[in-house]
């Protein structure tokens, strides 16, 4: 069975600290996700990343950045976290079946809620 | 462009009857379409997708949805609620396109109650 695990459940920050949130996938998938989860908004993509170092925005990419120095970590950074940026975070990854793209199914963690005060 | 709505944020069913959520989609290409549900507290775990095979997609816990090109539409649908159906579903676009090029869209999500 796939597993993707996310580092912490629940985090409490304060404003301006920096943030890690970590992922580790242990099915070798290509792609990995990251998305922030708020009520009535559904999910929004952060970042994705296709491959080791490689990495694209998503549609809320402001206030964040990405790591992906290995095939089975994805680390997201919130270089100086605000209150808007308290939500459930959310990593996710897909195989892309060797025909690139991701439009296969993602495999989700159980997401950690991240507050900041 | 991609995007996807789904028609209801909260449907209430009671035990033993059917389910119907709505989603309607649109997308440049030929899209790939999902439905996801969410139990609280946890990840979003895969109920059935389509990627231009049979139109009448069968998933799992007895959940189907049906592709209709001509109504941009694929309703998720099952036969008769059960209790540990109560969870949020999400209808999800993503293209054939790859690389920076990819697009992947969720819905809003419909929260699903299940009345004894």
């Known amino acids: 069975d796939v597993k993707v695990t996310q580092s912490s459940r629940y985090l409490v920050k304060r404003t301006g600290e920096k943030v890690f949130l970590e992922c580790v996938q242990d099915?070798?998938?290509?792609?990995m996700f990251w998305y922030r989860q708020d009520p009535g908004l559904g999910l929004r993509l952060i970042y994705f990343s296709y491959d080791v170092k490689m990495k694209e925005k998503g549609d809320i990419p402001e206030g964040y950045s990405v790591s992906r120095e290995k095939k089975e970590r994805f680390s997201l950074i919130l270089e100086s976290a605000s209150t808007n940026q308290t939500s459930m975070y959310l990593c996710a990854s897909s195989t892309t079946g060797g025909g690139g793209g991701i439009n296969r199914p993602q495999h989700f963690g159980d997401g950690t809620r991240l507050s900041i005060l | 462009a991609q995007s996807v709505t789904q028609l209801d944020s909260h449907v209430s069913v009671s035990e033993g009857t059917p389910v119907l959520l709505r989603c309607n989609y649109s997308s440049s290409y030929s899209p790939s379409l999902f439905w996801y549900v969410q139990h609280p507290n946890k990840g979003l775990q895969l109920l059935l997708k389509y990627t231009s095979a049979a139109t009448l997609v069968k998933g799992i816990n007895g959940f189907e949805a049906e592709f209709k090109k001509s109504e941009t539409s694929f309703h998720l649908t099952k036969p008769s609620a059960h209790m540990s159906d109560a969870a949020e579903y999400f209808c999800?676009?993503?293209?054939?396109?790859?690389?920076?090029?990819?697009?992947?869209?969720f819905g809003s999500g419909t929260r699903l109650s299940i009345r004894p």
């Open positions: 999800v676009v993503s293209d054939h396109l790859v690389g920076s090029a990819s697009k992947i869209i």
């Open positions: 099915m070798d998938h290509e792609n």
